[in-house]
């Protein structure tokens, strides 16, 4: 596929350098901004260096409050059976639709861990989508980590509330652990090796393990041991569920606010 890539920030580059390396796709950044590109990408400042009807896939990296100044500077370039993805958040179809005109048109919820290659994707496209550019735009977003098809927009709003804004619960997670690492003596890179190591190998342990994550949990868990001491405290009235279910509701109320 020829692909444009409006904008070619964090997200949106950390992206391309996954994608870089598969040679079945030709991309072109349009961002003044744009340095060190992947070799091999084309880079363009402004709309007068491209051709009309040039892309199969115009791919929307931008943030949201700028979609209406310069999508339509680049519309011409896309061809009359070609795609708009969109990775803009709070960016809904319609919003899209009113600035691009009745198109095909695909969002694509990314998160940060996109950028190596381990990134959780959701993925809605709009009823003037074929199945080819769907099952296209699946496999492109699928090199950046995992692609999951989504039935709804709506699901798109769920999915940024768990998966995209994740990464922010984590690392923050991460840092009280680390916090609570260095008020038991530790140094901060000691702390921070114990912490991140402990995390990684315990989620990878989970991914090859058919046991459920409760059945994990009270495989470490001796009676009376340390374990359980730490976890009564962690589990105390249910606070740890109750927080992790507030925080993912405000994201998606959030979510709907923005759109």
């Known amino acids: 596929m020829n692909i444009l890539l409006i904008g070619c920030g964090k997200m949106g580059g950390a992206m391309l350098r996954q994608w870089a390396s598969n040679d079945n796709n030709h991309f072109t950044v349009a961002d003044p901004a744009a340095r060190d590109l992947p070799k091999g990408v084309k880079h363009?400042?402004?709309m007068a260096e491209l051709n009309a009807a040039e892309f199969d896939v115009m791919l929307i990296a931008i943030k949201p409050q700028m979609i209406a100044d310069v999508l339509p500077d680049y519309a011409f370039s896309l061809k009359p059976d070609g795609c708009i993805v969109s990775i803009a958040a709070g960016c809904g179809i319609d919003t899209i639709v009113g600035i691009a005109g009745e198109k095909a048109i695909i969002r694509v919820m990314p998160n940060l861990a996109a950028m190596v290659g381990l990134g959780v994707s959701g993925l809605y496209a709009n009823n003037k989508c074929t199945e080819q550019q769907?099952?296209?735009v699946t496999v492109l977003i699928a090199e950046t980590g995992t692609c999951i098809q989504l039935s709804s927009e709506d699901e798109i709003d769920r999915l940024t509330a768990i998966s995209g804004s994740g990464p922010g619960y984590i690392f923050e997670v991460m840092r009280?652990?680390?916090?609570?690492?260095?008020?038991?003596?530790?140094d901060d890179e000691t702390a921070r090796t114990l912490v991140m190591d402990t995390i990684a190998g315990t989620v990878e342990t989970a991914r090859q393990s058919p046991d459920t994550l409760e059945e994990l949990r009270n495989?470490?868990?001796?009676?009376?041991?340390?374990?359980?001491?730490?976890?009564?405290?962690l589990m105390r009235d249910h606070k740890l569920e109750a927080l992790f279910r507030n925080t993912v509701q405000a994201a998606y109320s959030r979510a709907i606010e923005l759109k």
Request: aromatic share 6%.
């Open 176 to 186: 009280s652990y680390m916090a609570a690492a260095k008020s038991m003596g530790f």
């Open 219 to 233: 495989s470490v868990t001796s009676k009376n041991g340390t374990t359980q001491a730490g976890l009564e405290e």
């Open 134 to 136: 769907k099952a296209d």
């Open 44 to 46: 363009v400042s402004k």
